[in-house]
């Protein structure tokens, strides 16, 4: 999701975007000092903000000169 935005949620059934926010809200809430829940409550706000921010979906590649445009 990091890298294909947009592109990426369109391959990702939206269940498992779901799935991934009542995570997220979940862990969110937890207070805990176990190390591996942290860690996992960190893992899931990163996604949550990958996948929340405004669409990347409006270029095209210029497979020829080797270049993604940007569209207006």
């Known amino acids: 999701m990091?890298?294909?935005?947009?592109?990426?949620?369109?391959?990702i059934p939206e269940s498992r975007?779901?799935?991934?926010k009542i995570l997220h809200k979940h862990f969110e809430k937890?207070?805990?000092?176990?190390?591996?829940?942290?860690?996992?409550k960190t893992f899931?706000?990163?996604?949550?903000?990958?996948?929340?921010?405004?669409p990347t979906d409006h270029f095209e590649?210029?497979?020829?000169k080797g270049?993604?445009?940007k569209l207006k």
């Not at 935005?5 to 369109?10: F, G, I, V, Y």
């Not at 975007?17 to 991934?20: A, D, G, N």
């Not at 590649?61 to 020829?64: A, V």
């Open 2 to 11: 990091q890298s294909a935005d947009e592109l990426a949620k369109k391959d």
């Open 17 to 20: 975007l779901l799935q991934f």
């Open 30 to 40: 937890l207070n805990t000092e176990d190390d591996f829940l942290n860690q996992l």
């Open 44 to 54: 899931f706000r990163v996604l949550s903000k990958l996948s929340s921010g405004d």
């Open 61 to 64: 590649i210029d497979f020829k």
């Open 67 to 69: 270049m993604i445009l």
